[in-house]
C-alpha cells in the first residue's frame, strides 16, 4: 500500500504570495490532518478533514486554510505569506476518527524569502 | 496551561543498553497517549499507541508505559542499537479527533 504522498516537497516564495500544497492519504484512509514544525514551535496542528468536513482545527489565523475533496484528498492553502510560514508542513492520514494512529507524509518544506 | 513536556536535552546512550525517554503532561486528560519517531527531513512514524486503562504496552524493544496518576508515559527502547538513533515524539489528543498535540520531542544518539 502506497504511504502518504505530499506535493511539492520544497518550495520557496516570497513573502506576500499565497501557496497551496497537496497531500493524497493512504487509500482507505478518510481523515487527513496538517501539521506544521517549526526548530522552534515544534509541530502544532493546523486542522482536520474527515468526508470533505473540517471538523478541528488548530491556533492559526485565517490565512492558513485547507479542503478536502471526495477522494479524500487535501489541500492546505497559505495566503499573504510571512516571513514566519517558513517551516516542514506534514500531513498524516488515519483511518477513522478518534483513537487511531496517524501515517505522516514526508512534508512540504515552505521557504518564505 | 496545557503543557507537554519532554526532555529537550539529547540522550546518549551506548549500544545494548536499555534507553528510557519521559513525557510528562499538564492539564490534560487523555483518553490515549501515541509515541513516534522522527527522523532529519522525514516525517514522524508511529510507534506505539497506549489508552488510558493499560498500564503497559510492548512492541518488539518497544515498551511503554502510562501512569495517569503521575500524568507521565515511559517509553523503553531495550537492546538499543545505532539505528534507534532519532528524535523520539510523544503525543495526546486532547478530544480523541485526530489533532494531535506533540512534545517537543527528545533526540536518542546511540554510540557503538
Known amino acids: 500500500k502506497a504511504g502518504v504522498t505530499q506535493t511539492p516537497r520544497y518550495l520557496i516564495k516570497t513573502r506576500g504570495q499565497q501557496v497551496t500544497l497537496s497531500c493524497s492519504p493512504i487509500?482507505?484512509?478518510?481523515?487527513v490532518s496538517w501539521y506544521q514544525q517549526t526548530p522552534g514551535q515544534g509541530l502544532q496542528f493546523l486542522f482536520e478533514?474527515?468526508?470533505?468536513?473540517?471538523?478541528n482545527k488548530g491556533n492559526f489565523p485565517g490565512r492558513f486554510s485547507g479542503r478536502q475533496f471526495s477522494n479524500s484528498r487535501s489541500e492546505m492553502n497559505v495566503s499573504t505569506l510571512e516571513l514566519g510560514d517558513s517551516a516542514l508542513y506534514l500531513c498524516?492520514?488515519?483511518?477513522?476518527?478518534?483513537?487511531?494512529?496517524?501515517?505522516f507524509g514526508p512534508g512540504t518544506r515552505l521557504t518564505v524569502t | 496551561s496545557q503543557k507537554i513536556e519532554q526532555n529537550s536535552e539529547a540522550l546518549n546512550i551506548q549500544e545494548g543498553k536499555t534507553a528510557t525517554l519521559t513525557c510528562n503532561y499538564t492539564?490534560?486528560?487523555?483518553?490515549?497517549l501515541q509515541w513516534y519517531r522522527q527522523d532529519p527531513g522525514r516525517g514522524p512514524v508511529f510507534l506505539l499507541l497506549?489508552?488510558?486503562?493499560?498500564k503497559e504496552k510492548r512492541k518488539e524493544r518497544l515498551k511503554v508505559t502510562f501512569d495517569t496518576t503521575l500524568k507521565q508515559s515511559l517509553f523503553h527502547i531495550t537492546a538499543s542499537q545505532p539505528a534507534d538513533s532519532a528524535t523520539y515524539l510523544c503525543?495526546?489528543?486532547?478530544?480523541?479527533?485526530?489533532?494531535?498535540?506533540f512534545g517537543g520531542g527528545t533526540r536518542l544518539m546511540v554510540k557503538p
Open positions: 498524516a492520514s488515519s483511518l477513522e476518527s478518534a483513537i487511531y494512529e496517524q501515517y
Open positions: 487509500s482507505g484512509h478518510r481523515s
Open positions: 478533514y474527515f468526508s470533505e468536513t473540517q471538523r
Open positions: 492539564n490534560y486528560s487523555p483518553a490515549y
Open positions: 497506549i489508552r488510558e486503562n493499560e
Open positions: 503525543a495526546l489528543d486532547p478530544n480523541a479527533g485526530n489533532m494531535l498535540t
